[in-house]
């Protein structure tokens, strides 16, 4: 079962594909036409011009507010190249779909009946994992519309269904579907969540012949400063004018208290606070979730029915934010004919993420965090899959694993 | 008690988990949207009763079902409490509907906790609960009703931070009043 044929040939012209079948093995056949056509080109393609129009009314503009100039996450795969291929994989990437170019995006059953719009009038799709929501222009703006589809239950659901048309998304949620946003402007430095919206502006970077000091390595910041990047979403807040519902102006690395206030900010409490106060509960409410993670990533092979051929375009995902490709056999030690990928041993726990969640479910858990000191005990009764010669395969897995007195921690 | 309990948090519980919310949505009470709101009396935590018809042709009305029990419910009380201040002097009040939860003084416990400044009825029997307006879902519900006396809204459960429906409700409602429709 281990012995894989799927391997990447590493041409350009596949990789749609296998980031295809990557999203596909998790049920969701439609992605594979969702990704395929979206994320999987050539990564030499010249990002957008200024002035390109981008979606929901809004432009291309690549001017950053300190005088850098933003490049768009294209340029960044040709340095580097894991990297994007791990981020065009996410749901990052592919959080606004534009339905009418790409209408297998849409993952809704349109068949009920009494649904308040049709198929027809959704023009963007908004998220594809948890829920997805769709938007469409009433005269000069874009709103979302008052039903979501949740993709997980396969079921639809009431969104804002009295006060949808007061919310213009451009002033509700745009910020946090692209990179830099300039909402008077009404322009965008990329659609959807690039490098940049975490790395902030990659111009001087590129300019200093890839100086690592001219761009914002949020793993270089302090502890606090790295999380407000991760807050400027992953915490529901206002703008300083109180206006925009993200934090306009923004860029990583800066102090998001200047630019940002928490909804949910106590009485007494300031903005730093609030914003340390709120990540902490939402990252605490990931790691809580954290044996189920991998199934964020709709990775193949969760599901024992569904074929590991693409296994190694699965493992490109991972390398993309854990770059530990030169690691991993000494992480699994096994041979590498044996080739094995990290679901094989780190199986997922629950079986829908959504059973017990209610509300609005935004986020998505990368935190790799197991119990006992990073040990997995139920990674024992993964090894008897291949391991089954054994009289107990369980405790012999445990046997040899205490041999090894520890497992190689390899990123985190 | 028990059976309070399985009906309001066991029953709840399942219907998230295995049914999806909009199944609760749906089946959280027999009155549905559009019709107009039985009428009810109760009386408060202070001895005051109350009959909700009384509000008809002057207030938008908001009933909140809850419980001591239900920790959703009382972690939203402060959003509660922000809503009925913004719009109280418009014409708008909030009627919380205790469902079976002890003591009395289990109750004033949690409205001075929070200054709950709106009327916190006693249904302790479940009379308007079940019997009138037909809860068989989760709570806190919500069910807002135009000065008209005719249900305009519901909710089941809590907003997410941002996503709260209830002012922009309220504010439509209220302007209903106002151009005398």
């Given at each position: 079962m281990l012995i894989r044929s799927g391997r990447s040939d590493g041409k350009p012209g596949s990789r749609s594909l296998r980031g295809s079948f990557l999203l596909c093995a998790a049920s969701l056949s439609l992605f594979f036409f969702v990704i395929g056509s979206t994320s999987g080109g050539d990564v030499s393609q010249p990002p957008q011009p200024d002035g390109a129009r981008a979606y929901a009314g809004m432009t291309i503009s690549r001017k950053a507010p300190d005088g850098n100039r933003f490049l768009g996450s294209?340029?960044?795969?040709?340095?580097?190249?894991?990297?994007?291929?791990?981020?065009?994989?996410?749901?990052?990437?592919?959080?606004?779909?534009?339905?009418?170019?790409?209408?297998?995006?849409?993952?809704?059953?349109?068949?009920?009946e009494g649904l308040p719009f049709t198929r027809e009038e959704v023009e963007y799709t908004i998220g594809s994992h948890w829920d997805q929501r769709y938007m469409k222009r009433i005269d000069d703006e874009y709103y979302v519309l008052p039903r979501l589809w949740s993709v997980q239950s396969k079921e639809w659901r009431p969104y804002s269904v009295w006060s949808w048309k007061k919310k213009p998304y451009s002033r509700y949620c745009a910020?946090?579907?692209?990179?830099?946003?300039?909402?008077?402007?009404?322009?965008i430095a990329e659609e959807g969540i690039g490098c940049e919206a975490c790395h902030g502006p990659g111009g001087l970077h590129v300019d200093g012949g890839g100086r690592a000091d001219r761009i914002v390595n949020p793993e270089k910041l302090t502890r606090e400063r790295a999380n407000m990047i991760c807050s400027s979403c992953h915490v529901r807040g206002q703008d300083t004018s109180g206006e925009y519902y993200y934090p306009v102006g923004y860029i990583p690395g800066a102090d998001l208290a200047e630019y940002y206030t928490p909804l949910e900010i106590q009485e007494g409490e300031t903005a730093k606070a609030a914003l340390n106060r709120l990540y902490g509960d939402w990252k605490d409410k990931m790691l809580n979730s954290s044996r189920a993670k991998c199934e964020v990533c709709g990775i193949a092979g969760q599901d024992t029915d569904t074929p590991k051929d693409n296994a190694q375009s699965?493992?490109?995902?991972?390398?993309?934010?854990?770059?530990?490709?030169?690691?991993?056999?000494?992480h699994n030690r096994h041979p590498d004919t044996v080739d094995l990928v990290c679901y094989d041993c780190h199986v997922k726990k629950a079986d829908d993420l959504s059973k017990g969640m209610s509300g609005s479910i935004h986020s998505y858990s990368y935190f790799l965090v197991h119990t006992e000191n990073c040990y997995d005990p139920e990674i024992e009764k993964a090894c008897a899959k291949c391991h089954d010669d054994e009289t107990d395969p369980v405790a012999w897995a445990r046997n040899v694993m205490l041999t090894w007195k520890r497992p190689v921690v390899i990123d985190h | 008690m028990l059976l309070v309990f399985v009906i309001f948090m066991v029953v709840p519980h399942i219907t998230?988990?295995?049914?999806?919310?909009?199944?609760?949505?749906?089946?959280?009470?027999?009155?549905?949207?559009?019709?107009?709101?039985?009428?009810?009396?109760?009386?408060?935590?202070?001895?005051?009763?109350?009959?909700?018809?009384?509000?008809?042709?002057?207030?938008?009305?908001?009933?909140?079902?809850?419980?001591?029990?239900?920790n959703i419910c009382k972690k939203e009380i402060p959003n509660l409490v922000k809503n009925y201040n913004d719009f109280k002097d418009r014409g708008f009040v909030i009627l919380g509907i205790t469902l079976q939860s002890g003591e009395d003084a289990e109750i004033q416990e949690v409205v001075n906790e929070h200054g709950i400044p709106y009327p916190i009825l006693i249904d302790d029997k479940l009379t308007v609960a079940t019997k009138v307006y037909g809860l068989a879902g989760p709570i806190p519900l919500k069910v807002i009703i135009g000065a008209d006396g005719v249900v305009k809204y519901s909710h089941v459960g809590d907003y997410p931070p941002g996503e709260d429906e209830v002012p922009f409700v309220v504010e439509d409602l209220i302007q209903e009043i106002a151009a005398g429709q």
């Open positions: 294209k340029a960044c795969a040709s340095c580097h190249e894991d990297y994007y291929r791990g981020w065009e994989k996410t749901f990052h990437s592919t959080v606004i779909q534009d339905a009418r170019t790409n209408p297998g995006a849409i993952l809704a059953d349109f068949t009920e910020g946090c579907h692209t990179t830099f946003i300039d909402p008077e402007k009404r322009t699965d493992m490109e995902f991972c390398f993309g934010c854990h770059n530990f490709r030169a690691k991993l056999q000494l | 998230f988990c295995f049914q999806g919310i909009s199944l609760a949505q749906s089946t959280a009470m027999k009155v549905k949207i559009g019709q107009k709101a039985p009428d009810f009396t109760l009386k408060s935590l202070d001895g005051t009763e109350i009959t909700l018809s009384d509000y008809f042709g002057k207030k938008v009305v908001m009933l909140e079902f809850w419980a001591t029990w239900c």
